[in-house]
C-alpha cells in the first residue's frame, strides 16, 4: 500500500516535547532526526559531542529518564515526554559538580572531545552504585574512547571524586 | 552518517503496529531499542520507508513467572533484564550472558527482543535462546500467535523465522531441572565488542554423572549453533576433565567458524574447544560436581 494512502509521509514534521536539564524544551522535527542533533541544532546545547555518530565511541552519552544512552542511536521523536541530562546540566549555579571538579583536579582531559561522554556515563554509574571499585569504573568506562589522555587520568578523576564523596572509606 | 528520510509510527497498541506491518511488508521495519537498526540507518545500510517503534505499546516490557518458566516481553531493555532477580533466578544462563552485551548505554535501550530479531551471528542472547530451548513467540495480523522453538528461530546469517508483518512479541524460558549449573563465556578483541566465539552452556548432574548437557555456540557459524555431537557424547559420563576435552573436540567438529582480521577460522575454533572444556569445567561445579575429582589428572582446565 503506497504511504500516502496511509497518511504516512517521509517528510513529516512531529512535534517535540521533553525536559532537557530541569526544562522543559520542545521542537519540531523531521522523524529521521536523532538526539544528539536536536540537541545540538534545535536546542542549541552543543556541549553533546558527535564522534562516529554509529553508537561506538560514547562521545554523545547523555541520560534518558536516568539511563545513559547515546543520543546518536537515539531518534528526537524517541525522546518525547523523557528527562534528558546532557553535561550542561551538570554543573549547578556555574559551580562544577564534584565529579567534573575532581576530573579538572586531575587532568582527566586533554582535547575535551570525549568529556562529557566519560561526565555523563560516570554520572550514571554513581547514580546506579554510589561507591564502585577501580574496576567497575573501568567497564562501565570501556564503551567510552578517548584518543588523547590514555585513560589513566579519568580514572584517577573518578576514583578521587569517589572517595572525596565516600569519605568513610578513605583509607 | 545521518540516516536517510523515512515515515514514523509510534503506535499505543499492538494492533495498530500489527496492521501497519501488514499494510507494508518489507518496506517497513520494526523499532525496538534502537542499537542495530538506528546504526544501520546511519550507514546507510538499511532503508526501510515506515519504522513502526514499539516503545509505546504497554505491557510489551513485563517480565513474570509463569509454572516456572521466565515470560518476557520482547520489548525488555537488556539492562532491565541483567538487574532482574526474577531473570537472575529463573533464568541465570541469561543473566550470566547479559552483561557480555556491549556497555551500559547500549544495555539500557537494546532490547531482548531486538537482539533476538536482529540474529547477528556473534551475538551473544541467540545463544542462550538455543541453550536454554526458549520458546519464542511471534505475533502477527493475519495469523495471530505462533510460538516457535529457538531450534527453528535461527536461520541463517541475520536471519530469523520471523515474516515482514511478524513482530516477535514474547520470550519464554522454561524452568531449570533441579541439579543444573550454567555458565556463559566468551572471548572478544576488547570488552563490550561482538564475541570473536561465545557459549552457552548447562549441565546437568545426577548421581554424580551427566544426566543432560546444553551448549550453544555464537561467533562460529552464520546462526548460533548446538554442539548437538558433543551434548550427546556428555550424557552419562562422569564430569572429569578429559571428558570435558573431548567434548570441545567434539563441539568443533565439521565446523568452519568465518576468519576476519580478529581473528583466523582456526584460531576461533580452538578458542571454542577451550571454552567448551572451561565452562563445562565451571557448569559442572555449580550443578554440585566434586572439585578434586573434577580437577584429577592432566591438563590445565582453568
Ligand atoms: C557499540 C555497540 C556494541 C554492541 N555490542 C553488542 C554485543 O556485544 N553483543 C550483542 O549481542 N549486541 C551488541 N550490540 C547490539 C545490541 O545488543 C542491540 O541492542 C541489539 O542487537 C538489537 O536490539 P534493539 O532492541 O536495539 O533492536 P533494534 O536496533 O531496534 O532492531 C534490530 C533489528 O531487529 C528488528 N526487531 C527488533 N525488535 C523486534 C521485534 N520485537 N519483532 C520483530 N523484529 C524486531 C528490527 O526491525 C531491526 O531489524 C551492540 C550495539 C552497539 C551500538
Ligand atoms: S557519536 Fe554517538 S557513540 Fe559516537
Ligand atoms: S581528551 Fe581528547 S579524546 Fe579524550
Redesign the pocket.
Known amino acids: 500500500m503506497s504511504l500516502s494512502a496511509k497518511g504516512l509521509s517521509t517528510d513529516e514534521i512531529f512535534q517535540v516535547e521533553l525536559t532537557v536539564n530541569g526544562e522543559r524544551r520542545e521542537g519540531a522535527v523531521e522523524a529521521r532526526k536523532t538526539l544528539?542533533d536536536f540537541l545540538r541544532e534545535d536546542l542549541a546545547l552543543t556541549g553533546t559531542h558527535?564522534?562516529?555518530?554509529h553508537?561506538?565511541?560514547?562521545?554523545?552519552t547523555v541520560l534518558v529518564d536516568g539511563e545513559p544512552a547515546?543520543?546518536?542511536?537515539m531518534l528526537a521523536v524517541q525522546a518525547r515526554g523523557s528527562a534528558v541530562l546532557t553535561i550542561e546540566g551538570l554543573a549547578q549555579k556555574g559551580e562544577l559538580s564534584s565529579l567534573q571538579q575532581s576530573m579538572w583536579d586531575n587532568h582527566s582531559f586533554q582535547c575535551g572531545f570525549c568529556t562529557p561522554g566519560f561526565l555523563m556515563q560516570i554520572t550514571a554509574l554513581l547514580e546506579q552504585s554510589p561507591n564502585p571499585t577501580e574496576g567497575e569504573v573501568r567497564e562501565a568506562l570501556s564503551g567510552n574512547i578517548c584518543r588523547c589522555t590514555g585513560y589513566q587520568s579519568i580514572v584517577k578523576g573518578v576514583m578521587a571524586a569517589i572517595a572525596s564523596s565516600n569519605p568513610k572509606d578513605v583509607s | 552518517m545521518k540516516p536517510p528520510a523515512f515515515a514514523y509510527r509510534a503506535p499505543e497498541s499492538l494492533q495498530e503496529a500489527l496492521s501497519l506491518l501488514a499494510d507494508h511488508g518489507d518496506e517497513a521495519k520494526v523499532l525496538a531499542g534502537g542499537q542495530s537498526l538506528i546504526p544501520l540507518l546511519s550507514l546507510r545500510l538499511a532503508r526501510p520507508t515506515v519504522l513502526v517503534d514499539l516503545a509505546r505499546i504497554p505491557g510489551m516490557a513485563s517480565i513474570s513467572e509463569s509454572d516456572g518458566w521466565l515470560v518476557m516481553g520482547s520489548m525488555v531493555r537488556e539492562g532491565h533484564a541483567e538487574r532482574a532477580p526474577l531473570v537472575g533466578r529463573l533464568a541465570p544462563l541469561l543473566s550470566a550472558a547479559l552483561p557480555f552485551i556491549g556497555h551500559p548505554a547500549i544495555r539500557s535501550r537494546g532490547t531482548v527482543g531486538g537482539s533476538l530479531a536482529h540474529a547477528d551471528p556473534a551475538a551473544e542472547l541467540p545463544a542462550v535462546a538455543l541453550a536454554t530451548d526458549a520458546q519464542l513467540v511471534a505475533t502477527s495480523a493475519a495469523r495471530g500467535k505462533r510460538t516457535l522453538p529457538a531450534a527453528d528461530f535461527f536461520r541463517g546469517f541475520f536471519e530469523t523465522a520471523l515474516e515482514t508483518d511478524e513482530i516477535l512479541t514474547e520470550i519464554r524460558l522454561p524452568p531449570l531441572s533441579e541439579g543444573t549449573g550454567v555458565c556463559f563465556q566468551e572471548v572478544a578483541r576488547r570488552h563490550g565488542d561482538f564475541a570473536m566465539v561465545g557459549l552457552a552452556a548447562s549441565v546437568r548432574l545426577a548421581n554424580g554423572t551427566i544426566a543432560d548437557a546444553h551448549l550453544a555456540l555464537t561467533g562460529v557459524a552464520p546462526q548460533p549453533i548446538r554442539a548437538s555431537e558433543a551434548e550427546l557424547a556428555l550424557i552419562g559420563a562422569s564430569p572429569t576433565k578429559a571428558v570435558f576435552e573431548e567434548a570441545g573436540q567434539l563441539a568443533t567438529r565439521g565446523l568452519t567458524p568465518p576468519s576476519d582480521l580478529h581473528g583466523s577460522s582456526g584460531y576461533r575454533t580452538v578458542v571454542a574447544q577451550v571454552l567448551v572444556r572451561r565452562a563445562l569445567r565451571v557448569a559442572a561445579l555449580k550443578a554440585g560436581a566434586d572439585y578434586e575429582e573434577l580437577d584429577s589428572g592432566r591438563g590445565d582446565l582453568r
Open positions: 544528539a558527535l564522534g562516529c555518530e553508537g561506538v565511541c560514547g562521545a554523545c547515546r543520543s546518536c542511536l
